[in-house]
């Protein structure tokens, strides 16, 4: 490929089932919040003292930044009792059809490593340099893998995600991006992606196949891979 060199892989969301915005969601509710798509952008990708501390916000609650993290995790530790984390179907087969487009990869998510040994572990051969980057100290952390980690240009990246946030980065920094937004019924993240001038969303991983790797790759050199209307357009709507 001309133009990329590194695919970047979010973990929850993308090679992991969401596990994430149903919890978010049920502790907004459960404690008399309202949910709404500017809750979900002040909160997703964020390092987990902001999050924690929006949380707090967003309920109206006498709780502590920290403590409603705390509250939160209890919570998410009870979600996984019930709905396990399970890897994406596809994701071996998407990491091999990367790596055989001469591709790096990389995995990259918000919490410890512990998390991608934990769950990913199996597949820990097919990806290079560290195998998995924590972001949390730098979300959303595009520049910070591309440039920092890998010595590439962010141009020289692609990063899948299911955060509109991490798109909005994506396009500052002139990044290809795809995204893959929950299915999650109160989910955002979709219509925020649109509004971020996201023109490539996927619902599985076999949709990022050879063909769409190649027009994205001819996008980016180019120079068409984000659409000038669509960006201003998302741009405005942040403002």
């Not at 937004?181 to 001038?197: N, T």
């Not at 357009?233 to 403002?239: I, K, S, T, Y």
Request: net charge negative.
């Amino acid at each position: 490929m001309p133009s990329l060199r590194l695919a970047a892989l979010n973990i929850d969301g993308v090679l992991l089932n969401d596990t994430f915005s149903p919890v978010i969601h049920q502790f907004v509710v459960g404690r008399g919040g309202t949910y709404s798509a500017a809750l979900e952008r002040s909160i997703f990708s964020q390092p987990q003292h902001i999050a924690g501390q929006r949380l707090a916000a967003a309920v109206g609650s006498t709780m502590t930044g920290e403590e409603a993290l705390a509250a939160y995790f209890e919570e998410r530790s009870a979600h996984l009792d019930r709905h396990p984390v399970t890897i994406t179907p596809g994701t071996r087969d998407l990491l091999h059809r990367l790596r055989s487009a001469g591709l790096q990869t990389v995995c990259y998510g918000g919490l410890g490593k512990e998390h991608f040994d934990r769950h990913l572990g199996r597949y820990a051969h097919l990806f290079d340099g560290p195998g998995y980057v924590s972001t949390n100290d730098i979300r959303p952390g595009l520049r910070e893998i591309a440039e920092d980690v890998f010595g590439l240009r962010p141009a020289q990246a692609l990063f899948v995600d299911d955060v509109a946030r991490v798109a909005e980065a994506a396009r500052e920094l002139g990044t290809a991006f795809v995204g893959r937004p929950s299915a999650f019924v109160h989910s955002h993240q979709r219509e925020l992606m649109r509004e971020a001038g996201v023109r490539h969303m996927i619902d599985g991983l076999d949709a990022l196949d050879d063909g769409l790797l190649r027009r994205i790759d001819r996008e980016m050199g180019t120079g068409t891979f984000w659409s000038p209307a669509l960006a201003a357009a998302g741009r405005e709507r942040q403002a």
